[in-house]
């Protein structure tokens, strides 16, 4: 028979084959998360804001109890894990988890100001972040692992694409400010002034806010556009190489010996990563 | 010889080596679906919507009569089809097929405002979606299959996209509304409303009516374009993976070897969907 | 010793390995090709179109000559050729491929003013399509030629998407109109005037010049622009696909069997495409 | 023992297994290079640039001293590397090397002024460049050398990517310009002109500050926008392939049959390239 805690962690460590106490749990929480992103969004609205107010600072209490209480069983449960299992060292990696993390800021803001007198009221909006919990309980939870094992294979290549984007933003801020900036001088201030129209360029938004107006400025545009397109080409053709490889992954099979006919198991492949 | 019913229901259902009544009936709908598009468009044109108004009249009251029968001789021959053999229970799980509906929906407009006093004139536009059946009788239907294949194979990942959409809207609305609110209320009137210049911004389209003018808001909207680069390769790497796949898949066939005869049987490959 | 019209053929048909009087004669063309459209672009600018109309017009009939008396031997010579050998079907199935064409087309507006009174200026710039014929002769004509593959390959993948996209266009303009056109009835005055809004939109362009103001206008906008994205994801996706294709029929290698251990050569692959 | 030159050399060449000296000598100069990129950006702010002039000016002073020194060595200790051995012709080759060109780019604008009366204020942008060398020290640099590698083997397939937009590009202007010059001649003043216009039209930017007005216009700019969505699917697709080439180079190393201890030789593969 589970001990409490066992039962407290298997309820809060949502997996798919789990029991009925576990689903309400989990879709409570969830139903919650995203009434808090509800509420959030809907107390920015002019009419609904004001009028609602004590309701929504109702709603906030509420919704911060319950995020604390879940957080401190998770925090005093979380020692059932194998990989957490210290009571002290193991609890403090557990917090410094991505999603532990999030949890806490999600609930901070709320009773910092009883502490200092800060106002934090714009942090509120940390509690949007807990809605990123919804993919590790979704119907698609695996396909999101996907999405994580690829960002993760292909760390490497997509920071280097974002280097190269920032090494393009900064030259061809400084290039279009020599050849704008004495034409005009209130669009293109100065290198860091013109990174906003760079930046609107290269990722091919243009806004349209700010323009070269000189015929040395628009050819420039052009080519810093050019370069604009293959930039969105890199992440595309990285993304593409990282799903293929999740397909190949999975697919590979067992090849088969010509020198002496024998099955070859997958641990060859095991190099490869 | 096929009976009635038999004969309606192959003349309906296309096929690529059909008889000629089978092709005349078929080009004859695509052709009544097309000029419909084209009357649906025509209408709305400042001259000509109101000059030919009983033109217009008289063709939807005919367009909606062929559709009308269309859908009846289809509901009542469908049971030859053996996934829906049952006279009540095949027909009404034929109803809600997707194409089914879409053909209901093209002329139910027209007929609730007989029972129910209510303005129906735009659903009229739900005749467009008949468009949609052009891609299932076309030469290019196959193409249109390995569409539609990839689609639903690669369902969670293109799900999981959106997902990821929706909430760097949502965050990213959030803090650009805390950024830009006091400086523009009119432009960045609340969370939903930032929304708009958000949609913009992530999908690189960027209108231009609603940009941010603090540097704070032009560094937070960079961010939130690079992120929008990133969105936008995951659907491009997404469908390539699915389209290399569906190629592998056609390739993969038994391969027979040409110096014994024999079948190379193929069974790693069966683990591959 | 090869004849005349050997010889001629020769020289006209570019091949890397070719002799001096065929690169000369090719380099020629090229440079004619090129200056043909740095004329025809430098002869609108306001200045020069003018000022120098004379020198433009002696270059005209001069290049036009050079283009025709090239287009003449060509087709003089071109029975040399064995998928041409017939003097008068094989000349005449040679008139109608492309490149034969865009010959003819770049010559003929500048010679029918002679026997029917029409002015045909603007088509002059037919001309400028000879350009594409250096994509023959170049350095990369065999990474040009891979596109040409890929494009043959993915033709059907390629006009799906296409038919795709004209039938968002279509809903979406239809969809827009009923919401925007009582609003603003000058932007979006009819569907077909919408239409302008939703290539905009869907291609991510966004120009800014007409834009949704209405609350539901917007949210559909948004609802579109995320479909333009997944457009925008099918042509990469096909072409990623598509150039995996050509380097996996590049290197092919031949498979072992594991029933007999000899080798089975390639042309079990032949039945794939 | 090795010789001074040696030592110079190894401390300037930079390998991930090096010595403390190499280190901080290495980070020192990244260090300078960043700094650099801020000065020159900073010193184009309003309030700063005159402010802290002298500031700037000495540091100008002190990072030219320091890359000069640094290039001098390299260039004296540079025999040590077997590919650039003779003093003379070897010194010659490595000067112009890229990297070595960005590093005489860096310095040279300095000294000019001192010899010619010009002013090079704006060339001190090319000290910007240097910023590209952190490609090769970073923790980042074997996913970099993927990009480096991905570029050339595809570059031909890029280049004929840029030729097929500038052809595009060319017959696109010329088209809008022979539609739209006579309705809004201040926009579409000449082709060269209209380029500004096709430009942010096929690269999907849309500044919006020129847009076509006919209805003609528009149905060109939405077929024009429609291949460049073209456009921009073969960079990805090319990316997209490239990647793929590159991990089927990493993984398809000589498998080892763990049964018979026999290399199982991929002579296959060998062809690849």
């Not at 290269?202 to 050819?219: A, F, N, R």
């Not at 370069?227 to 593409?240: D, E, M």
Request: charged content about 20%.
């Amino acid at each position: 028979m589970p001990t409490l805690k066992e039962s407290v962690y298997d309820i809060l460590d949502y997996d798919p084959e789990c029991g009925l106490v576990e689903k309400i749990v989990t879709i409570g929480l969830i139903i919650l998360i995203i009434t808090n992103v509800i509420a959030v969004i809907l107390q920015t609205e002019p009419g609904i804001g004001t009028e609602y107010a004590t309701f929504f600072n109702v709603f906030e209490v509420f919704s911060v109890g319950i995020f604390t209480i879940e957080y401190l069983l998770r925090l005093w449960s979380i020692t059932v894990d194998l990989r957490y299992r210290e009571p002290v060292r193991g609890r403090l990696r557990f917090m410094v988890t991505p999603f532990a993390l999030i949890d806490v800021l999600a609930v901070l803001p709320f009773y910092v100001p009883f502490f200092l007198p800060v106002d934090l009221r714009t942090l509120r909006l940390f509690r949007l972040l807990r809605v990123l919990r919804l993919f590790k309980t979704g119907r698609y939870s695996q396909a999101f692992d996907i999405f994580i094992r690829v960002f993760r294979n292909k760390q490497a290549e997509l920071l280097v694409t974002v280097a190269v984007a920032l090494v393009l933003l900064i030259i061809s801020s400084s290039l279009m400010y020599s050849v704008e900036h004495d034409v005009q001088p209130d669009k293109f201030p100065s290198i860091i002034g013109t990174m906003w129209w760079a930046m609107a360029t290269l990722t091919t938004i243009g806004y349209g806010d700010v323009t070269p107006i000189t015929p040395l400025g628009k050819l420039l545009s052009g080519c810093i556009a050019v370069l604009g397109i293959a930039l969105f080409g890199l992440p595309a053709g990285i993304f593409a190489s990282g799903f293929m490889e999740e397909i190949q992954r999975k697919t590979q099979h067992p090849v088969i010996c010509p020198h002496c006919g024998k099955l070859i198991d997958e641990q060859n492949r095991e190099r490869e990563t």
